[in-house]
C-alpha cells in the first residue's frame, strides 16, 4: 500500500434493507388510506350533486314566480344532463330558453322526469322526492305541494 493514499469508507447512502423498509411502510400507508380518499371523494361529488341540483331547482321556481317570459319553468332530469327549461313540459318547452347543466356520471338519480313550476305562484306540477346515490350511500331532495325545496 502506498503511503499518504488511505481508502475511507464513506457511510452515506441506504442500505437495500432500509429502503424494502421505507417502501412498505409506505405501501401499508397507502393500502389504508386510499380506500378513504376514494369514499371521501365519492361522498363530495354526491353532496356537490345534491346542492347543484338544488340549485337548479330554485332556479326554475324563482323564475316561475317572477313569471318570466309569463310562461312557468321546470327541471328535467336527464340522463346525462339537467335541463332548465321554460313552458309547461318539457315536450313542448321553448328550446331557446333551455339551460343545460351536466351530471356526474358516477350519481344515480331516481326521480319522475320532470318537475314544473307553475308561473306566478311557482307551485310544482308534481311532488315527491329525488333519490341521488352513489352505490354506498343515498341523498334525498323533497319537493312538497307547497314548492318547498327540502334537503
Known amino acids: 500500500m502506498k503511503a499518504g493514499v488511505l481508502k475511507h469508507k464513506s457511510g452515506a447512502g441506504f442500505t ?21 380518499g376514494l369514499d371521501s371523494y ?10 347543484n341540483l338544488v ?3 330554485r332556479r326554475a321556481e324563482n323564475l316561475s314566480l317572477a313569471n ?18 321554460q313552458g309547461s313540459s318539457y315536450a313542448v318547452r321553448n328550446q331557446a330558453f333551455d339551460e343545460n347543466y351536466p351530471r356526474v356520471s358516477s350519481v344515480a338519480v331516481s326521480s319522475t322526469p ?13 311532488t315527491g322526492t329525488i333519490v341521488l346515490s352513489n352505490g ?3 341523498l334525498t331532495i323533497t ?7 327540502l334537503w
Open 114 to 126: 320532470e318537475i314544473n313550476f307553475l308561473n306566478l305562484s311557482a307551485m310544482p306540477s308534481v
Open 55 to 57: 340549485s337548479i331547482l
Open 136 to 138: 354506498l350511500r343515498s
Open 16 to 36: 437495500i434493507m432500509e429502503l424494502v423498509i421505507v417502501i412498505g411502510i409506505f405501501a401499508v400507508v397507502l393500502a389504508f388510506g386510499l380506500p378513504i
Open 68 to 85: 318570466n317570459g309569463g310562461l312557468p319553468h321546470g327541471v328535467a332530469l336527464g340522463e346525462g344532463q339537467y335541463v332548465l327549461y
Open 42 to 51: 365519492r361522498n363530495y361529488l354526491l353532496t356537490s350533486e345534491q346542492r
Open 143 to 149: 319537493v312538497n305541494d307547497q314548492g318547498a325545496i
